[in-house]
């Protein structure tokens, strides 16, 4: 069984930065895609950022790109998301996942992901 947990959400101002952690249980971190995906008060969860296994490809939703920053440390099992200018629509909580399948991705879609952490609430002030 794996097991993720996040860190490093808090409320920051709009322009501000964060940045998040999730660590994970397990030998086999680094064989698979890892994603951060989050939920808008209100509104469906949405793929922000995503990572292939060895790190060697990254994926950016639209509205995080140029702002936003995925990376992952395979020695320390954790994975990370950068992020900077932050607005108020960045608002939501934030979920890191594990793709199904290993050593493809990453992939885009939710379903596409068995483990999830509880999730860390980002609130930006405008």
Do not use: H
């Not at 940045?19 to 995906?37: I, K, P, V």
């Not at 440390?73 to 996942?97: G, I, R």
């Amino acid at each position: 069984q794996v097991q993720l947990v996040e860190s490093g959400g808090g409320l920051v101002q709009a322009g501000g930065s964060l940045r998040l952690a999730c660590a994970a249980s397990g030998r086999t971190f680094g064989s698979y895609s890892m994603a951060w995906f989050r939920q808008p008060p209100e509104k469906e969860r949405e793929f922000v950022a995503g990572i292939k296994g060895n790190g060697s490809r990254t994926a950016y939703a639209e509205s995080v790109k140029g702002r936003f920053i995925i990376s992952r440390d395979n020695a320390l099992n954790t994975v990370y998301l950068q992020m900077n200018s932050l607005k108020p629509e960045d608002t939501a909580v934030y979920y890191c996942a594990r793709d199904r399948v290993a050593r493809i991705g990453p992939r885009l879609f939710a379903d596409d992901y068995s483990y999830w952490g509880q999730g860390t609430q980002v609130t930006v002030s405008s």
